[in-house]
């Protein structure tokens, strides 16, 4: 099973700043990873697909980057409505398995 | 737009069997464009990808879970179903039904609101 890792547990950054969150993959996945937001008491939304690309409707200032078995999700200009959970997620051997981040908790600053 | 809606039971006792469905609304789920999947979550394990079908018949169960987990598919009434047996106190969480959508590969567009699952006697 692929492991990712993701860092830090909580990040505290003040609106209007740029957070970069982390994901690591114990094997190379290439670009098969996803990027989801999380609110309490809401499903994951999806961000980024293909470790870059923008989900319909995502703004511009979160983006995605790398490949192999690192990755970043940057989200610049802080918004307040940015403030939850995010997780990566490998797809690498799809159709499944499938794994999951133990998740980035954003928080306000 | 594709729309998917958990339901079933929010209490289950430990030894039964968890029953949960996913209604379809949107699109059919007759196209194998889409891999009808269940994802729980729980505080401790954090999010867990259970398995999916598809109309065709693939299927997906994770091996954790393999020997307790029934997924099925009623095209008739445009859902699909989870069964998981034998249920503990660790399969307590919040089940969602999820599905990518195509041209996202395996990341997920869609998902259910979620329901919660408590196992307690």
């Known amino acids: 099973e692929i492991v990712m890792t993701q860092s830090p547990a909580t990040l505290s950054v003040s609106p209007g700043e740029r957070a970069t969150l982390s994901c690591r993959a114990s094997q190379s996945i290439s670009t098969n990873l996803a990027w989801y937001q999380q609110k309490p008491g809401q499903a994951p939304r999806l961000l980024i697909y293909g470790a870059s690309t923008r989900a319909t409707g995502i703004p511009v200032r979160f983006s995605g980057s790398g490949s192999g078995t690192e990755f970043t999700l940057t989200i610049s200009g802080l918004q307040s409505e940015d403030f939850a959970v995010y997780y990566c997620h490998q797809y690498s051997n799809w159709p499944p398995p499938s794994t999951f981040g133990q998740g980035t908790r954003l928080e306000i600053k | 737009q594709v729309q998917l809606q958990e339901s079933g039971p929010g209490l289950v006792k430990p030894s039964q069997t968890l029953s949960l469905t996913c209604t379809v609304s949107?699109?059919?789920?007759?196209?194998?464009?889409?891999?009808w999947s269940w994802v729980r979550q729980t505080p401790g394990k954090g999010l867990e990808y259970i398995g999916y079908i598809q109309y065709s018949g693939s299927t997906f169960s994770t091996p954790s879970l393999k020997s307790r987990l029934t997924i099925s598919l009623d095209a008739s009434k445009n859902r699909f179903s989870l069964k998981l047996t034998s249920v503990i106190a660790a399969d307590t969480a919040v089940y969602y039904c999820?599905?990518?959508?195509?041209?996202?590969?395996?990341?997920?567009?869609?998902w259910g609101q979620g329901t919660m699952v408590t196992v307690s006697s």
């Open positions: 949107g699109v059919s789920i007759t196209s194998d464009l889409y891999y």
């Open positions: 999820a599905t990518p959508g195509g041209i996202t590969t395996g990341a997920f567009d869609f």
